[in-house]
């Protein structure tokens, strides 16, 4: 085996390695293993900067290609560019800090080692997805984060109140149910477009398939469907509010930050090369979702009185505009697109992990009982301040250029789109940037700045500001921020090489 | 004309060896009761039956009891091992092998005859060997009797259980139905084309056989008899009562073993003998197809014993193995069929999985609640984990990535027909609830500590290892299933 497959291989596996690992020392003892998967989790960190460094230089992208399931044709084939990288780099980073995260703020119902294990196997999973170029490879890996995450939630989720219990496992299971079915629907679109191209090879798809006719319209339908029930696009939202806001901190952080990823990724490397942008309606209709999705959840973001409910609420609308810089069909599109996921990865998780933190010292993360926190725990209310400030697009910091650069091109979108229409999507897009600045404000005034007025505020259960640890955890995210708003060239010089690459000149 | 026919003994050695033993096995019994002989002898038997099939794969297409020479037209035989025979033979060998181990739970609680039991065991399986090997209607119909007989009796064996017996019989009286039709059927089949053979139909029905209308209704006769064994909808009211009545291993058995000897038919009787007619019954298989998987997925929903959903879980596995064959068209059976035949094999493996461990905890809580499941991954890993193993394989997820594939192949079979695809997209969420539901349990605590240690049966154990490492292995390298398999009918 040469070094690229070994990079590659070894990407995927080390993951599942540490899985093992970490159960074999969680029968001797649990905080140990927890260590080892924390400590596991900066390895496949290190492991993954390693394959970026090697992508710049001599990463051979024909290392992995062998047969996996030679009678239809599935292949084991790996490869990492321009789009993937920063994806794969970001779940690294946010996976070694949820699984440091479990060091020291374990949950109560115990199973820790358990929960990191579980964790480690949905690294691999997205890590996986991430580098397959067949379609059924990924789709696998796709499924492989889906039960790990489904017991994330039903076992180590939040159970507050009188029917708590059910409705955690309710949200599990429609988490569950809704997710394999969008992922069943894109297979289905997948098998129809290998009926069409004879190959689940997407770099031979990309290369050299001419999307005609209604099959391969159906086709292409299809796999937006599949996708945009797990990205997930307005109205196939429905099972993400709940799965966020009953997954334990480090669920909810996962699924944010990295799981949604899949579906946006998803749409640029599997969907795009399978969509002729001179169809009438594919394109528009799905621009026009994203846009009718950015509006719905910042309105929706306004009526939430739940902190993890509200974050939630607003990754509908960042999903929005990622997709909608997809649907544009140009390479400032998908510039944008793999923008907005990054940054929406780092942000939402340092979210996540904030809300966990305010839910752990209040018992509550009801916005109508939350007042005054700027007061009480003064550097956690700044951090939010400024994961707010940077969710709603503040410029200088991490989201706005993901959203800019959506709006920048649905202004000038592929040469057969209507202008017309994505101009206007353009402009309502603008319009939820604007109600998304109105939600996280109202958010800061009433639960952090708001003094002592009203019902008084509910006591802490742990008392203290930030602890080290905590910082320790969440200084990697907020420096991403700060690094990817300052300098975003870092990432969209490769984005656009690899597009070109990828999905041939002129688009 | 040849009147002293020549036989291939090499090609009828397996049914032969699993006849004899049979007959062996009952008087062994008779004779020389001993509590593990018979279960030994069984599985002896299995093994001797698979040495032909191994030694044929190496030279397969061997044909016997054939009629005809140069002058009267083309050779046409009634028995043939051609890679499909034996990859069936496989299946069921595997599959009969797991049931005796099974099987020898039910045995030890004394309520089953050993004897019986093995003897009945044996002659299903040489049936279904047969039903493999046959190429011509006659044969077919009379080794898929065998199949079913020996079953009806299988289902009421225990000794004073009169659910048992109520499962037994309406199993037989639906049966016996539906091998009527089947009868009906293959008579105007053999009325409009002259032959029995199906190769003689298929070359029938190629050059255009009239009254065409007679010709397409003894087709639909013989798929709804076929259907029955099956389970398809509405031919499925027997399966649940049948599955909890009877012993557990006889519901293994039952859903792997008959079950595939009813695919089979369906797909010599499609595939070979009426390919010229895709064009009439793959619609109508397509819509028995949706049907057989919604109805068996929504009433798994409710179900909260664990071998009544098992039965319907198993209804609507019949409706995703069915679905490839919708997508049939005259000129393109093997393919598609070969969707179908990887299904199966799959199918089998998990299943039997899932069985095996129900078996086990059907000796302390025969009432085989999901409750009753609780902390079996626990307090019970070496029947706990193998059955979340199968259940999420069974859902189509990983870990069970052989059983996503399975999913992958038949979509990919079927991807002609893609409303039918969709269709099943939807019906593989849905049952993840069912499934989810029940892993749920393995992995909570017992109700008390201790609840759910067992004194695993050494037999049963072997089964669930069996299964397990089967199904674990062929999900890392799922090609060595899948890739001689898929290729039997391509």
């Known amino acids: ?507 | 004309m040849n009147l002293v026919q020549s036989i291939d003994w090499l090609a009828i050695a397996a049914p032969t060896v699993l006849a004899v033993a049979a007959v062996v096995v009952l008087l062994v019994d008779a004779f020389l009761p001993r509590p593990l002989l018979p279960a030994t002898l069984t599985l002896l038997a299995v093994l001797a039956a698979a040495v032909p099939t191994w030694v044929l794969w190496g030279d397969p297409a061997q044909s016997t009891f054939c009629t005809g020479d140069a002058l009267e037209g083309p050779e046409l035989c009634s028995f043939s091992t051609d890679a499909f025979t034996l990859v069936v033979w496989g299946i069921v060998l595997f599959g009969t092998a797991v049931v005796t181990l099974i099987g020898t739970a039910a045995v030890a609680d004394g309520r089953t005859p050993a004897g019986e039991w093995h003897f009945l065991l044996l002659c299903s399986a040489a049936g279904a060997v047969t039903l493999a090997a046959s190429r011509d209607l006659v044969t077919l119909l009379v080794a898929l009797e065998v199949v079913s007989l020996p079953a009806f009796a299988l289902a009421g064996l225990r000794r004073g259980d009169p659910r048992a017996a109520e499962a037994a019989v309406k199993f037989f009286l639906v049966s016996v139905v539906a091998t009527a039709i089947t009868l009906m059927g293959i008579s105007l089949l053999y009325g409009v084309t002259g032959s029995v053979f199906l190769d003689g139909i298929a070359a029938g029905v190629a050059t255009g056989s009239e009254p065409w209308s007679v010709l397409v209704v003894g087709a639909l006769l013989t798929v709804v008899g076929l259907a029955f064994k099956v389970a398809a909808v509405p031919f499925h009211m027997w399966v649940p009562d049948t599955y909890v009545g009877a012993p557990v291993a006889v519901a293994a058995y039952l859903s792997v073993v008959s079950k595939a000897a009813g695919f089979v038919g369906l797909m010599l009787v499609l595939g070979r003998g009426l390919p010229g007619l895709a064009d009439t019954w793959a619609p109508v298989v397509a819509i028995l197809a949706a049907l057989t998987m919604t109805a068996g997925n929504v009433l798994a929903l409710r179900q909260t014993h664990a071998v009544r959903l098992l039965a319907w879980s198993s209804v609507a596995q019949a409706g995703y193995i069915l679905v490839p064959f919708g997508a049939v068209t005259p000129d393109d059976v093997g393919p598609a069929l070969s969707g179908s035949l990887g299904y199966l094999a799959v199918y089998a493996i998990v299943n039997l999985t899932a069985f095996a461990v129900a078996a086990v905890v059907g000796t302390r809580h025969p009432a085989q609640r999901l409750a009753d499941y609780r902390g079996l991954v626990k307090e019970e890993p070496g029947a706990g984990w193998p059955l979340a193993f199968a259940l999420v394989a069974l859902a189509g997820l990983p870990p069970g990535v052989i059983g996503l594939l399975a999913k992958v192949l038949v979509f990919d079979a079927a991807s002609r027909v893609t409303w039918l695809v969709v269709v099943m997209a939807v019906n593989v969420a849905i049952g993840l609830v069912y499934y989810a539901a029940w892993l749920r349990e393995l992995f909570r605590p017992a109700a008390e500590p201790g609840d759910s240690t067992y004194d695993v049966p050494n037999g049963v154990g072997v089964a669930i290892g069996m299964t397990f490492v089967a199904g674990v292995l062929f999900s890392v390298l799922p090609g060595w299933l899948l890739d001689p398999v898929l290729a039997a009918l391509g």
């Open chain 1, 1 to 507: 085996m040469n070094l690229s497959a070994l990079v590659l291989n070894g990407m995927v596996a080390a993951p599942v390695v540490l899985v093992v690992l970490v159960l074999l020392v969680a029968r001797l003892s649990e905080a140990a293993a927890v260590r080892v998967a924390a400590f596991g989790g900066l390895v496949v960190l290190g492991w993954s900067v390693w394959l970026a460094a090697l992508s710049q230089t001599r990463l051979d992208g024909t290392a992995v290609d062998v047969p996996w399931l030679a009678a239809i044709d599935v292949r084991w084939h790996l490869g990492v560019d321009g789009i993937s990288l920063p994806l794969l780099l970001m779940s690294t980073v946010v996976f070694a800090c949820t699984l440091l995260a479990l060091v020291r703020n374990a949950p109560d119902c115990g199973g820790t080692a358990w929960l990191a294990a579980l964790l480690l196997l949905i690294e691999a999973g997205v890590l996986g997805s991430f580098l397959a170029l067949d379609l059924v490879l990924f789709f696998a890996f796709f499924e492989v984060a889906l039960i790990p995450m489904w017991f994330v939630i039903d076992q180590w989720g939040d159970a507050h109140g009188p029917r708590g219990l059910q409705q955690r496992r309710r949200a599990a299971t429609r988490f569950l149910v809704f997710t394999v079915l969008g992922s069943a629907l894109m297979l289905v679109g997948f098998v129809v477009v290998r009926s069409e191209t004879g190959t689940f090879d997407i770099v031979r798809i990309a290369a050299s398939y001419d999307p005609v006719g209604p099959v391969a319209l159906t086709a292409a339908a299809l796999v937006a469907l599949g996708l945009a029930v797990k990205t997930p696009l307005w109205p196939l939202h429905i099972w993400l509010p709940d799965a966020h806001s009953k997954a334990p901190t480090v669920g909810s952080v996962v699924l944010a930050a990295v799981l949604l990823k899949l579906g946006t990724y998803g749409f640029l490397r599997f969907w795009l090369p399978l969509v002729d942008p001179g169809w009438d309606w594919l394109l528009p209709v799905v621009g026009g979702v994203a846009v009718v999705g950015i509006v719905y959840g910042a309105l929706a973001c306004l009526a939430q009185t739940d902190l993890k409910r509200l974050i939630a609420y607003s990754s509908v609308g960042h999903m929005g505009f990622v997709v909608l810089a997809a649907a544009t069909y140009t390479i400032g599109g998908v510039q944008g697109a793999v923008y907005a996921s990054v940054a929406h990865g780092v942000v939402t998780g340092l979210l996540f992990f904030l809300a966990g933190a305010v839910k752990d010292r209040y018992g509550t993360g009801d916005l109508r009982e939350l007042r005054g926190l700027y007061g009480r725990v003064p550097r956690l209310g700044g951090l939010v301040a400024f994961g707010a400030m940077a969710s709603l697009g503040l410029p200088g910091l991490a989201g706005f250029w993901g959203e800019m650069l959506a709006v920048r091109a649905a202004l000038f979108p592929a040469g057969v789109l209507p202008r017309v229409t994505f101009v206007g999507f353009a402009v309502v897009a603008a319009l939820g940037v604007i109600l998304a600045s109105a939600y996280f404000l109202a958010l800061l005034r009433s639960a952090f700045q708001a003094g002592e007025t009203g019902a008084s505020p509910p006591p802490a259960v742990v008392a203290g500001d930030v602890s080290r640890w905590e910082w320790l955890v969440w200084s990697p995210l907020v420096a991403a921020i700060v690094v990817l708003g300052v300098a975003p060239g870092l990432l969209l010089t490769p984005v656009a090489e690899a597009t070109v690459a990828f999905l041939g000149g002129g688009r």
